[in-house]
């Protein structure tokens, strides 16, 4: 773990963030806390002068004059410090929903390796923990900047009143607050540590939320989940907010304390030396009672700040792609022809010390409205050359071209509009959606759900599906439906067929993969049904990384048995 103490120029990382984009409500919010600040301290004299010194001086009758203005500045008080400490909350609360939103667009426009890289523990503990944190530290806000408003302008007053009472109570207080700094300082290594644990709780929670069957049936690696991973991770968690915790509440404590021992000073000094009177003496110490409440607030809402700062660390981080407003949205490129991967190379990060699986070079060309077939065994780098295809990984080496024309770093959202993909481990949404985001056109929409078999299964209301009790084979219908509708160029299919039965498999085959063609769109499927690839215009295998096309003798070969090859490779 690096150095226990903050830094104190990344701690107000909040305070600037906030006063970089809403600067001057900001600024009117400051205002605002500082006439709040004044109209505090202004009661303070009011007491001291009509209430303590006239009426040593004049008698009772002053008080009763002064009764009237006394409420009212009281009132006045109220009414702007509740104004004060609503408009920072509000603003607070306004930039939490701009931060929520520019992290979800960030991680929409970052790319899948990135993703995959951070998992998505890391990306729901920052989604939920660090954001949670953040709005925390903005509802608490609102007391650090009134107390520091407040103890500036409490100063500026007592230094009116006496300057040698303030001169020894401002040492006093300094070293309250260095004090107070200290016990709190140590507060950001635990908070740090325990958000570091937060990610790993997260991979628990993941792991007994997906993994939730295996885990019933095998109560031994439940047991070992709960009491040797989850348990441990728990345990630091507890012990560390603990520890912070307990500086937190010392370092109130100690404020606390310390200001009460600061009025003893101050009657000792006015009274017991003779440095000043006791009318003086007795609006020192109110003043100082009225500064110890916004004290102890700034003091108690300082972890907050830390914790807020540690997940601005955190999603820092994450290193995610910049905030870009829009959606870089396009119309579908038509008139295609051609799509080249031409010495494309990719290869995963080193783990542990060992070299990443990487494929290539690969040399591929797709012609609009062909239909290619990808086999391939385990572990040979089908999925990964599919997501290159699919622009979501980016090439280490070589060029994707569209008719000649390479693919540029400002073009790859505008590429991986070409295509609609259903995944083996793809995503079930709920929402039908035609072109460019629009309604599915309902002529197509209903001929899809014939096709498909789905008509009688699924039940649809304003574009949604409302069932969601699907078998895997009928989701991966769903899945198909969607894209179709998309009407987008080409179709990427990753062992689609794997989870039908053989009379709706025969059916995909025959009848849709034909229609497919008759469409123009254009298929690359990854696919080990043997008996079917005679209905490919070309056959591909991907083999150690290297990718092959199967001719003559070797495609008639695979065709009779797909398995038997892959088990050989």
């Known amino acids: 773990m690096a150095a226990s103490h903050p830094d ?84 607070g609360h306004h930039f ?11 991680i929409l426009d970052t790319d899948l390796e990135r993703l995959e890289q951070l998992g998505s523990a890391h990306l729901l503990a920052s989604l939920s923990s660090d954001i ?29 009143l006496s300057p040698p009472l303030l001169l020894v109570t401002a040492v006093w207080i300094a070293v309250t607050m260095i004090v107070g700094w200290w016990l709190v300082s140590r507060v950001y290594h635990h908070i740090r540590v325990t958000r570091e644990t937060d990610d790993r709780l997260y991979r628990s929670y993941e792991t007994i939320i997906h993994g939730r069957k295996e885990l ?104 995610l792609a910049p905030y870009a407003p829009g959606f870089d949205l396009v119309e579908h490129d038509a008139d295609w022809r051609t799509l080249e991967l031409r010495g494309v190379t990719y290869r995963y990060p080193e783990k542990a010390g060992r070299a990443g699986f990487g494929i290539g070079p690969v040399d591929l060309r797709l012609t609009r409205g062909e239909q290619v077939y990808l086999i391939g065994g385990n572990g040979s780098g089908k999925s990964t050359l599919a997501k290159l295809l699919t622009g979501l990984y980016r090439p280490a080496g070589g060029d994707i071209l569209i008719d000649g024309e390479p693919v540029e770093e400002a073009d790859w959202h505008r590429y991986r509009q070409r295509f609609s993909a259903v995944y083996t481990d793809f995503h079930q949404f709920d ?22 078999q789905l008509a009688k299964k699924l039940q649809l209301e304003s574009g949604r599906v409302m069932d969601t009790e699907l ?66 215009d070309r056959l591909l295998e991907m083999r150690g990384g290297q990718l092959r096309e199967l001719i003559g003798d070797e495609r008639d070969l695979a065709s009779r048995d797909a398995v038997a090859r892959i088990d050989a490779d």
């Not at 939490?96 to 960030?106: A, C, E, H, M, S």
């Not at 949670?132 to 009116?160: D, K």
């Not at 404020?255 to 009657?267: E, P, Q, R």
């Open 216 to 319: 019933a049936l095998n109560r031994d690696r439940a047991r070992h989940l709960l009491e040797q991973i989850y348990d441990s991770d728990a345990r630091t968690y507890r012990d560390h907010i603990i520890r912070a915790d307990t500086y937190h509440l010392s370092a109130g404590n100690w404020t606390n304390i310390m200001m009460l021992g600061a009025i003893g000073v101050v009657f000792f000094l006015a009274n017991g030396l003779g440095w000043s009177n006791t009318a003086v003496a007795a609006t020192f110490s109110l003043t100082l009672l009225f500064l110890r409440s916004p004290l102890i607030q700034a003091v108690g809402a300082t972890p907050t700040l830390i914790t807020a700062q540690v997940s601005f660390d955190k999603l820092r981080e994450l290193a």
């Open 8 to 91: 104190p120029e990344i701690r107000m990382e909040l305070l600037r963030v906030v006063f970089r984009h809403y600067r001057w409500p900001f600024v009117g919010v400051m205002l605002l806390s500082l006439v709040s600040a004044g109209l505090g301290i202004g009661v303070i004299a009011f007491i001291n002068h009509y209430l303590i010194e006239s009426t040593a001086a004049e008698g009772e009758g002053s008080v009763v004059t002064a009764l009237a203005p006394f409420i009212g500045l009281v009132a006045l008080l109220l009414a702007v410090t509740l104004g004060s400490q609503l408009a920072l909350t509000t603003l």
């Open 132 to 160: 949670r944190n953040v709005t925390i530290a903005f509802v608490r806000l609102p007391e650090l900047v009134q107390g520091v408003i407040i103890t500036l302008a409490s100063v500026a007053y007592l230094l009116w």
């Open 96 to 106: 939490v929903y701009r931060l929520r939103g520019r992290l979800v667009k960030r």
């Open 471 to 536: 078998s895997q084979g009928q989701r991966k219908r769903l899945a198909l439906l969607m894209a179709l509708v998309e009407r987008r160029q080409i179709l990427l299919l990753d062992e689609w067929a794997a989870d039908q039965d053989p009379q709706f498999r025969r059916t995909f085959y025959r009848e849709l993969m034909p229609r497919f063609r008759e469409l123009g769109i254009t298929v690359f499927a990854i696919s080990h049904d043997d008996h079917y690839f005679a209905h490919a």
């Open 431 to 452: 929402r039908l959606m035609g072109p460019r985001g629009g309604p599915a056109d309902p002529a197509l929409l209903d001929n899809w759900l014939e096709t498909l």
